[in-house]
């Protein structure tokens, strides 16, 4: 079970906790913090107890984004069942994009031109299959009878 994985990165230096989690440790603090002031407002009046921590739904919503497995997948890891999954997922987004602090530069942004900009190009050309023809005599032949 992914469970318990997150104390043992926490361990883990910046660089190695990026790579694993895919932020750094700085934002993912922040995003649990953004996350636990969300959940606090949710359940002020009361509610269950959740299944998993604050920092085990994060880590379940950013490995979704990384590696978009099933929420079958995730929920099988995580000891739920897939629409908790998809239900976790969806508010770790909601709760992110509403706060603002973790959105990126709008259009106005990038067409300043104080701000420097490093362009990536990936070369993404076709390469061909080699595929056999379509003729008549590739084809299951069809069964003809002769009428006379």
Known sequence: ??????????????????????????TFVAMVEVLEEAYFIKH???GRKPTLTIEQQLTMA???WRQYPTFFELGFDYGLVQSSAHDIVTWVEDVLINSGKFSLPGK???????NIHEIVLVDVTETPIQRPKKNKNNGI????????
């Not at 106005?108 to 104080?114: F, I, S, T, V, W």
């Open 1 to 26: 079970m992914k469970k318990d994985r997150i104390k043992e990165a926490l361990k883990l230096n910046n660089q190695e906790f990026k790579r694993l989690i895919g932020v750094t440790k700085e």
């Open 108 to 114: 106005k942004a990038l067409l300043d031109n104080e």
């Open 62 to 64: 950013l490995e979704y």
């Open 44 to 46: 002020k009046k009361g």
């Open 141 to 148: 032949p069809e069964k003809r009878k002769n009428i006379q």
